[in-house]
């Protein structure tokens, strides 16, 4: 079963990009003009504001167009609230 102690987690393509690119952490932090704590939670999973995102794929040398391939809808692999914990009918 998934651990639910944080529904802002997501899976996202920062860290496998950004090793790619032979940049660390601080690098990539300076480059997208964020905080370095910021890119180590969001390499984590943690959610963040449209604004970091763009400054982050930017950085990256993206367009924000490609936003969906690094960081992934929440609707694509979060199951609802419904499939996470299903109701049942009490007659």
Not at 13 to 19: A, K, Q, Y
Request: proline share 4%.
């Amino acid at each position: 079963m998934e651990n639910n102690r944080s529904k802002s987690i997501r899976k996202n393509r920062v860290r496998e990009l950004r090793e790619n690119r032979l940049m660390t952490q601080a690098q990539l932090a300076r480059k997208a003009k964020v905080a370095l704590r910021t890119i180590h939670s969001v390499e984590k999973g943690m959610n963040c504001r449209m604004d970091t995102k763009r400054k982050i794929l930017l950085a990256l040398g993206l367009r924000f167009e490609d936003k969906d391939q690094v960081f992934p809808p929440a609707h694509a692999h979060e199951p609802t609230s419904a499939e996470a914990s299903p109701q049942h009918s009490i007659n």
